[in-house]
């Protein structure tokens, strides 16, 4: 009798012990609560400086914002280069390591406690420029802005917080884009270039008249990125007597890129 009771409460402290052993197992932790886009063009995390009087002019297509996290785990992000240049770079993180971004960000850093202040402002003649982050999880897109109430600093702190994620960054140029043109006004206040199209192998003068955009690569990428790169994105080219702005969009790295043509990669 003895026997068969030690007998079954071994079977129930074993039964115990295992039930233990299952609940321990199933219990999430923070990173299996993460979801997010795997796209690469889907932006899973931005800080961006938006706004401004210009924000709906067309060499705004230009804009890289100041960090972007995408999807597939690529990472692109503006730092000061030397004498008053910038300077683009790239990574690429592990899935485990943007979960791990994702959850210090939303929990560590209480993101997902900051509401996006801007659109409650009220409208006035001039648009302020002011500075802007997002956050996707869960097909959650959470966005807060400086007129959130942050905490002193906070744009600036998650910026970093963003950059520190690379660990192997590296310079990047484009080698394709988007490439679209408007005719505009000659501006006497910022720079021209003038444009030989058939030297180039490509007319603005044309482009504008279709009013859509080319997929370009090789060569005429590197020479449109390094002119707007030197002497700024809303510079002007001259062709034939007229002037034309010219956007540059670059899928998985400027702001709303379209993505590029399905046989082309991301970044």
Not at 102 to 129: H, W
Request: glycine share 6%.
């Amino acid at each position: 009798m003895r026997y068969r009771a030690v007998t079954g409460l071994m079977l129930v402290l074993i039964s115990l012990l295992a039930a233990c052993q299952t609940a321990r197992e199933v219990t999430p932790s923070p990173q299996d609560l993460v979801q997010w886009n795997k796209d690469p063009y889907a932006v899973v995390f931005r800080a961006e400086i938006v706004g401004g009087d210009d924000e709906a002019a067309f060499y705004k297509l230009n804009d890289i914002p100041a960090c972007t996290i995408y999807g597939d785990g690529h990472m692109i992000w503006i730092i000061d280069g030397p004498n008053g240049t910038r300077q683009m770079l790239l990574d690429y993180l592990s899935a485990d390591d943007l979960s791990r971004f994702i959850v210090d960000l939303g929990l560590g850093r209480k993101f997902y406690t900051y509401t996006e202040g801007f659109p409650l402002q009220i409208p006035s003649a001039s648009k302020p420029v002011y500075e802007r982050m997002s956050l996707e999880n869960n097909g959650v897109k959470y966005v807060s802005d400086s007129f959130s109430n942050w905490p002193f600093d906070y744009y600036n702190d998650t910026l970093q917080f963003c950059m520190a994620q690379a660990k192997t960054p590296r310079t990047f140029a484009p080698d394709n884009a988007w490439l679209s043109a408007q005719q505009f006004d000659y501006d006497q206040r910022i720079p021209s270039i003038f444009w030989d199209p058939q030297a180039a192998g490509r007319s603005f003068v044309e482009l504008a008249a279709t009013k859509e955009r080319v997929w370009i690569e090789g060569a005429l990428v590197k020479i449109l990125w390094q002119a707007l790169e030197d002497r700024g994105r809303d510079t002007q080219f001259e062709e034939n007597g007229n002037y034309y702005r010219i956007a540059l969009q670059i899928p998985g790295v400027t702001r709303d890129a379209p993505p590029a043509p399905a046989a082309q990669p991301a970044p």
